[in-house]
């Protein structure tokens, strides 16, 4: 289906997965993976506030709130592109791309979950890669920025094995607990070390103006 709003149209593809714009309709095959809670064990992933977890009573209707509102949320001094990560056709997870001042400044920022039985397989390292080809050859990103909670090691390792550098640390909560988060930075140099010619982008010219980069 083409969607009139160029960026529900974008899509990533690398021989493994793809990274598809996150329609409505995606966004349903996914809610009974959210309704059962993303993240259920200790150390907690996610900073607050948060509808992922699985004590959260509500948490499919805020989170479907939440991208509906990041969607519509678009301009040029600030953009947020949802995906689902679809493994063989079915939805698995999310990985987003975000743009602060981006026209000004060329630097994005990523934030990912899966489900749980679909982790430990190099599917997390994937789909990132995924979105920093999109950032750095689709959207000519200067550099890439990450953070994890330090004890979040999955998350951690992707960076590392993808070329970003340590950034320094700072502070969030998570569940109402103060945690150290590690900073991470992935810069286009570093990125064209490690850039993959098995990935396709579909849709990043038309989504250029809608961003405010055409």
């Known amino acids: 289906m083409i969607h009139t709003y160029p960026p529900l149209n974008l899509e990533v593809r690398t021989p493994r997965l793809t990274l598809a714009a996150a329609t409505d309709e995606l966004l349903e095959r996914l809610v009974p993976i959210v309704r059962a809670g993303v993240a259920d064990v200790a150390p907690w992933p996610f900073d607050d506030p948060m509808s992922l977890y699985a004590d959260s009573p509500d948490r499919e209707w805020r989170w479907l709130r939440a991208i509906w509102a990041g969607r519509a949320r678009v301009e040029e001094s600030f953009w947020r592109l949802y ?9 698995i997870g999310m990985q987003d ?100 010619d098995d990935i396709e982008l579909t849709g990043v010219k038309e989504c250029l103006p809608a961003l405010g980069l055409g």
């Open 83 to 91: 995906f689902v990560v679809l493994l063989d056709g079915e939805p």
């Open 97 to 196: 791309l975000r743009g602060v001042d981006f026209k000004r400044f060329g630097t994005v920022s990523t934030f990912s979950w899966l489900a749980p039985g679909r982790r430990g397989s190099g599917i997390g390292r994937e789909m990132r890669a995924a979105v920093l080809h999109l950032a750095f050859a689709g959207l000519n990103a200067r550099e890439a920025e990450s953070d994890a909670f330090t004890d979040n090691h999955a998350s951690n390792k992707v960076s590392q094995a993808l070329g970003y550098v340590r950034n320094g640390t700072t502070w969030d909560t998570r569940r109402g607990e103060v945690a150290q988060i590690q900073r991470w930075v992935l810069t286009r140099d570093a990125w064209e070390q490690v850039r993959r």
